[in-house]
């Protein structure tokens, strides 16, 4: 079962050599468990933050952020970093593999730091899940982007979060490539039936998901209708 | 906790902490080998040194001492040997010698060795102990004045004795009663049936003592209260002031040359620690992302830091001690010395810099780093997690703490640490403010020059950086150089070749010329001849003559005073001017006599030479060098003068080794002269101060390779962008040839000006280094001044070349896939 996430009146500043900066302004929306959401808008408009608020990666200047109830704001940065380690899974744009470990070690890491015993059984399993049973000793550096990615979504879905984050997770892969991990990506959602919630220009991706928020000018233009 | 091995495993495996794992073996290697090398040097030298008086401490008499004295020592746990110098003829059938005579006890030498042939001119064998009862050893002139070989006999007194060798060298030669005649080395039990020695003798009785140093300091303060006039305890600086300034100022080079190695070594483990972190700190925002706290997160690093400790050290005690061990076997043969096995000091020396290197320099970044953002796997531009001022203070605390240790002396620690720190704030405001001005929009990619000129501004962070670290390892090597060059050039200039090695004294003033015309007649020169007239200082400007406070000089005792129309050649003038030939009622004071006496021109100093009272006036001060080994005079007066005044004259020559029995000819001709022969102790000088030059050379060798590793890793830790910005520029279009040319050209100019800084800095380095640390004459020196630029550019433009070649052999693609 998906998680939910509620915000309210969310705004975050940034400080510049020119002052405060403001990226969000009076943000406030509900994600009912199990939902697909995309946030869509255009460069600069404040997606990533947003984003990284949502995941407890940051703390808006302004406003709450509840994920099942609990507001995360509230929550110091060890507490935060928990309720990720319990919750969340994560795919990025720019996959985030750390470059010393094999693709399997880098599944089993959300794994080991939950403390699983059988981490690499199951982290194993998923390689093989997303097709990449035969490079599970490999280093990113000897895979290709997609397949980069690919171990991405493995190590996303291997702790079997019940809120996901994905930030542009096609942004670097080519059409095709992008496509067979959107498949992917939502194939495992659907599974594990997890509360998605993706920042994207990609307007495919966009119309896969339940919902759009749209970002514009630092507040929410609009929170889209229910595919 | 296993959690932190099982990454700790991983990271060591994927190489991240390889470049740290070396900086830190390399810090510990560096100070575990220069301790090592510097220890064993010094204890050998010194044992050299104590050689140089047979002991580590003699009893100097005239008489027997109480043998509750010698209980004493022993009881302390001293071990002891009797040495009696007299003088005494020796016979052999119808030829007659005066002998130097030096009987010994058993146990003699207890350092050093002699060296004993069995024929004159054959090769000597080193001997620990003296003849056995019944037989001596002579020189080669005793042999030639006796006309006897080996296997022949001599009579002592009343007892004959046969001469089993030839004795070549003994350790202490240099401090032993003056030799005025050829040496003959007997054995101590043989002395009494000589009879020789009747009460009244002249005698001097040498006591030799070695032992534990606390023991032979325990000793020395109960009987130093209790010694006779006329009683005196040696050390190696009392016996042989020379060798002991010269072992003084070569531990201070091996000192400073450590301390200098520390710094390096700690610069080395800085950078690494700084290119370990910033590859680090995404690595820590993923962790955190998928949930690891903080505190997990310092427990990893904690563990990695740990056992790179541990492994660093050992890695570092091996290197360190291989190179020494090393280095040692290259120049053993050269070396000639007995070498103690390394102790344990340098071992835990070694790990102390690595552990305090580690939690001072590696320690304080890598603990920052843990409060990175998770953000930053969203935003690359979020901060880094703290950074700055406190972490460069932690670093500058451990080293502070380093150089106390390693010196032991916090003056010279902090006064090193506070003239880098200086050098190294200088040395980075000029890069910035040079590289950070007039910067051009562009990679100007148009030429090889243009684009290394853009490259230098756009990189000026890093440039900086690395003309901060090329800076500083050039100037300490310079400086290194620099110390080294004066150090030898003093040494060589107190013994240059030639350098009188006979002495003669008590020549009548009727035997002059004679002399003079002996000398000739073989091609020797003599170093001036000079009169010398037995005369006490009384009085100054009317008052008793007084010694100013802090000043040593003995006004008790007769001075040799001398009398001459010219100034001694190598004497200058310091103050006032030298008299004309037919000057009187003048005096010429050398500088330290005048500062001991506090005397200024124009002062009345009057002298009592035997009956006579000489009032004269001060009318120049000279500047002489006392390590030169010519005669020297504490006041020097007009002939007119001192001219009436009963004198003997004292001149001194150099005689060639194997110049045949010249003395023994001069003695025939001119038997009331004394020689005395310097040529053992200027071989025994000259021995030492060359292995402490081979020992420096060796040690600024090991320096120099250090910098030039700390060099490399500061050029690696720059690599990345390099690579990243070339991939891109051969994307582009551009020739291979343009971006290493570019490369190699940014690397040369980083080193010219790297070079002019370090050039800079280490000419007052120097500077301060031989004027209040060494005490030596401070010098400009004229070819460093091209020779750092000149010698920086070409060598950083090696070393970019070296290791950039890989930036432009690697496919671009394969650069821009990996840095994503």
Partial sequence: MGASIRTAEVGRDIATAAGALRILEGISFEINPGEAVAIVGASGSGKSTLLGLLAGLDLPTSGSIFIDGEDITRLDEDARARLRGRSVGFVFQSFQLLPGLTALENVM???????????????????????????????????????????????????????????????????????????????????????????????????????????EAEQLAARGDPA | MSLAFRLFWRDWRGGELGMLLAALALAVGIVTTLGMFVDRLQSAVEKRGSAFIAGDLVLRTRVEVPGEWLLQARTQGLNDALVLDFATMAIAGDSMQLASVKAVSERYPLIGSLGVGSAPGAPAS?????????????DTRMLQALGIAVGGSVEIGVLRLRV???????????ASFVAFGPRLMMNLDDVPATGVIQPGSRVQYSYLFTGEETAIGTWRASIEPRLLPGQKLLTVQDGQPRVAKSLDRAGSFLLLAGSLGVVMAGVALAMAARRYTRRHTDYVAILKTL??????????????????????????WLGGWLVQEGAFALIASMLDMDLPAPGLRPLLLGAGTGLLCLAGLAAPPVVAMSAASPLRVLREDVSEGATGRSIYAGGFVSLGLLLWWYSGDARLGMLVLGCLLGAALIVWG???????????????ANSTLRLAFGALQRHAALNSLQVLVFGLCLMLALLLVLLRTALLDDWQRQLPPRTPNHFLLNIAPYQVEPIRQFLAARDLEPAGMFPMVPGRVLEVNGAPARIQPGQELNLDRDWNLAWSDTLPADNTLAEGRWWSPDAEGEVSAEAGVARALGLVLGDRIVVQVGADRIESRLTSIRELDWDTMRPNFFLIFPRKSLEAQAAMWLTSFYLPAGSGPVINELLREFPTVSVIEM??????????????????ELVLGLLLLAGALVMVASVQAGLELRFRESAILRTLGAGRMLVLGSLVLEFALLGLFSGLLATAGAEAAAWFVQTRVMELEPTLHVWIWFGGPIGGAIGCAALGLWSCRRVVDTPPAEVLRQSG
């Fill in chain 2, 164 to 174: 089993s060798g030839v004795l070549v060298s003994e350790p202490d030669a240099g």
């Fill in chain 2, 126 to 138: 080193p001997r620990h102990s003296g003849p056995a009862a019944g037989e001596v050893w002579v």
């Fill in chain 2, 291 to 316: 949930g690891l706290s903080a505190a997990s997160i310092r427990r990893v690093y904690a563990v990695n830091l740990l056992a790179l400790a541990v492994a660093g050290t050992m890695l570092g």
């Fill in chain 1, 109 to 215: 890491l959300p794994l080991e730091i939950r403390g699983d015993r059988d981490a690499a059984v199951q982290a194993r399993d998923f390689l093989e899940r997303v097709g990449l049973g035969a490079r599970v000793e490999h280093y990113p550096r000897q895979l290709s982007g997609g397949e980069q990615q690919r171990v991405a979504i493995a190590r996303a879905f291997a702790s079997q979060p019940r809120l996901l984050f994905a930030d542009e997770p096609t942004g670097n892969l080519d059409a095709a490539t992008g496509h067979r991990v959107i498949e992917l990506l939502f194939g495992l959602r659907a599974e594990q039936g997890a509360t998605l919630v993706l920042v994207t220009h990609d307007e495919r991706l966009a119309a896969r998901c339940d919902r759009r928020l749209v970002l």
């Fill in chain 2, 679 to 696: 040529e053992a102790i200027l071989a025994q000088v000259r021995g030492i101060t060359r292995q402490l030059s081979l020992a420096i």
């Fill in chain 2, 430 to 444: 000029c890069t910035h403010a040079l590289l950070r001005r007039a910067r051009v929009p562009g990679a100007r």
